[in-house]
């Protein structure tokens, strides 16, 4: 590393230059994605659409200047995920913890972006959504579920919350900006 980036990323972790991070919001479909990202902009509650055009918005956590993308979580979206991959520093990954009959394919599509290669240095903050409705399972339940006992990696955090009651994320997204 060149000295000037030592010196850069000194000061980074000290806390007096902004970093930047680009993260990626994944997940199945319905999961609370633009929710949350509507949530971290405007800090509202919207009825939304399912996503089906990509978009992006900047946000700031602590001194992390974030630029997050929402790719949607449909199928046909999921194909677009690895366009977005190349200088990736962290990935969101949202499950709905209200939906015990997707948990199975939710635990396939984060172990199939924990397996890329390239995505290996990236830090993953994995939210599991919507604590607030009745039919939520346990955090101890969907850590089973999606197979995080078994993560043999330290960029992986795990954090329940509700975006609706804005509960929990944010202490997720805290930790995720730390890593990065
Ligand atoms: N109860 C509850 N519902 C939530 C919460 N977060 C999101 N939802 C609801 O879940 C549904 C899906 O939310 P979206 O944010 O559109 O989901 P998405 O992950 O962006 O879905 P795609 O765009 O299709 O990939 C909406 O009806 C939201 O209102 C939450 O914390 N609690
Ligand atoms: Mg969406």
Redesign the pocket.
Known sequence: MEFIDWIREALISLGFLDKKAKLL?L????????????RLIADR?A??????HPTSEEFRIDNAVCTAF?????QQ?RRLWRDYFPEVTGIIF?V?A?DPGRFAEAKAELWALLAKEELANVTFLVLG?????PNAVSDVELRFQLGLDNILRNNVGFFM?????K?GYGEGLRWLAQSI
């Open positions: 919001l997940g199945l479909d319905n999961s609370g994605k633009s929710t949350l990202l509507y509650l009825a939304l659409e399912p996503t089906r929402d790719l949607g979580g449909h979206a949202v709905d209200t959504n919507k604590i607030d409705h919350c509700s975006v609706a009651e509960q």
